[in-house]
């Protein structure tokens, strides 16, 4: 009996995988297919690559492989985005020096025993910590201007890239359809053998 049943699984099993070989995605040129062949490719030469890789941003790669314009879009994003580090960095630097200059005086000044003269320096360390805020206050807001700008523009990007690839991950679901009439017949099987195993003894 136990050698009857095994051979109702092996028979099942095998059909199962024939079945399963049989059913392939048709061949459909579209950029989700195609990303996920890239995907593919990325998994067998890198195995560090992680599926939690963005399917939007690959499909994406794909849209503008073929198209100048979003090419020259994607340049000029990704060189504003490096240009704005560069367009500000002389800048945060002097500043966030002088803040860090300002801060480590206030500690050290801590330090003094003489409190008349620990009064006195404290009042000069603030006088000319709030002279430079004063003169530095429109190139703090420019910055944080074009801080702002950046992080915006990064957003739109973001959302223009999820617009762009919708209507593809919407191709592709319509040129691999679901249909039912498998999954049934594969519940049938499984309820065949359930069957046969509820009568063995």
Request: aromatic fraction near 6%; hydrophobic fraction near 35%.
């Amino acid at each position: 009996m136990k050698k009857i049943l095994f051979a109702s699984i092996l028979a099942f099993s095998v059909i199962s995988c024939k079945e399963n070989k049989s059913r392939q995605a048709p061949i459909v040129e579209n950029a989700v297919d195609n990303a996920e062949s890239s995907v593919s490719g990325s998994i067998k030469k890198n195995a560090t690559y992680s599926r939690g890789g963005n399917l939007v941003h690959e499909i994406y790669e794909e849209l503008i492989k073929n198209d100048k314009s979003l090419q020259e879009l994607d340049n000029r994003i990704e060189n504003i985005q490096k240009e704005t580090e560069t367009a500000i960095s002389e800048y945060d630097d002097i500043i966030g020096k002088s803040e860090i200059y300002y801060n480590d005086a206030t500690t050290l000044s801590s330090s003094v025993t003489d409190s008349i003269i620990k009064k006195q320096i404290e009042e000069e360390i603030k006088a000319s910590s709030k002279k430079y805020d004063v003169k530095t206050q429109a190139i703090r807001d420019l910055i944080g201007k074009i801080k702002a700008n950046k992080a915006v523009l990064y957003d739109q990007y973001i959302v223009f890239k999820i617009r762009k690839t919708l209507p593809e991950i919407e191709k592709y679901q319509n040129a691999h359809p679901l249909k039912t009439d498998s999954l049934n017949q594969f519940i049938n099987k499984q309820n065949q053998l359930l069957g046969e195993l509820k009568k063995l003894k």
